[in-house]
T-cell receptor, first 114, second 108 residues
Framework: NAGVTQTPKFRVLKTGQSMTLLCAQDMNHEYMYWYRQDPGMGLRLIHYSVGEGTTAKGEVPDGYNVSRLKKQNFLLGLESAAPSQTSVYFC?????????????FGEGSRLTVL | KNEVEQSPQNLTAQEGEFITINCSYSVGISALHWLQQHPGGGIVSLFMLSSGKKKHGRLIATINIQEKHSSLHITASHPRDSAVYICAVRYQGDKIIFGKGTRLHILP
C-alpha cells in the first residue's frame, strides 16, 4: 500500500498563478485533511472532509478551495497564489470513529510563491 | 492562544538519557496523538491514545484525562530519535489541534 501520496512535492509559483495539490489515499479512509505548516507554528487546518462529496472549512481556509469528488482523493486549490501561502502543505487521512482513527500523513508539498 | 501546549520547546540530551516530553491541553478530547517529524521529512504517527498508557519499543505514551495532560517518554535515547515530536488532540469528533512541537536533539 502506498498510504497517503501528495503531488507535487515541490512547486514554485508567481503571485496570482493558480495550482492544485492532489492528495490520494488507498486505505479507504473516510476523513481527509489539508494542513499547512509554517515555522514556529503548529500544523493549521485549512479544510477537511468527512466523506466523499463533503468538505468543511478549517482554521485558515481563506485563499484555498477543496474538492472530494472521489473518496480516495482530496484536492487543494489555490486560485490566485499569494506570498503568504508559501508553506509546507500536508495531507492526512484517518478512518471515522472516536476510538479508532490513527492519522496517516503524506510526505508534504513545499510551495513557494514569489 | 494555542489550546495545546508542549514543553519543553527544545531539548538536547546525551545518548542513553531518559527523555520526557509533556503535552497539556484545555479542551475535552476524544483522543490524543503523538507524532514524529524528522528534519525535512514527513510526519509519522507514533501513538493514538484516549486513556492509560501505550508502549512501542523504547517509546511510552501516557495520558491523564482528568488533568488534561499527556507525556511521551523515550528510554535509552539514541541519535536517530532526534526529531520534532508533535502532540495533537482530537475534539468535537472531527477537529484536531496541534501543538507547536518539541525539537529533540540527542548527542552521540
Amino acid at each position: 500500500n502506498a498510504g497517503v501520496t501528495q503531488t507535487p512535492k515541490f512547486r514554485v509559483l508567481k503571485t496570482g498563478q493558480s495550482m492544485t495539490l492532489l492528495c490520494a489515499q488507498d486505505m479507504n479512509h473516510e476523513y481527509m485533511y489539508w494542513y499547512r505548516q509554517d515555522p514556529g507554528m503548529g500544523l493549521r487546518l485549512i479544510h477537511y472532509s468527512v466523506g466523499e462529496g463533503t468538505t468543511a472549512k478549517g482554521e485558515v481556509p481563506d485563499g484555498y478551495n477543496v474538492s472530494r469528488l472521489k473518496k480516495q482523493n482530496f484536492l487543494l486549490g489555490l486560485e490566485s497564489a499569494a506570498p503568504s501561502q508559501t508553506s509546507v502543505y500536508f495531507c492526512a487521512s484517518r478512518v471515522a470513529g472516536a476510538v479508532t482513527g490513527e492519522l496517516f500523513f503524506g510526505e508534504g508539498s513545499r510551495l513557494t510563491v514569489l | 492562544k494555542n489550546e495545546v501546549e508542549q514543553s519543553p520547546q527544545n531539548l538536547t540530551a546525551q545518548e542513553g538519557e531518559f527523555i520526557t516530553i509533556n503535552c497539556s491541553y484545555s479542551v475535552g478530547i476524544s483522543a490524543l496523538h503523538w507524532l514524529q517529524q524528522h528534519p525535512g521529512g514527513g510526519i509519522v504517527s507514533l501513538f493514538m491514545l484516549s486513556s492509560g498508557k501505550k508502549k512501542h519499543g523504547r517509546l511510552i505514551a501516557t495520558i491523564n484525562i482528568q488533568e488534561k495532560h499527556s507525556s511521551l517518554h523515550i528510554t535509552a535515547s539514541h541519535p536517530r530519535d532526534s526529531a520534532v515530536y508533535i502532540c495533537a488532540v482530537r475534539y468535537q469528533g472531527d477537529k484536531i489541534i496541534f501543538g507547536k512541537g518539541t525539537r529533540l536533539h540527542i548527542l552521540p
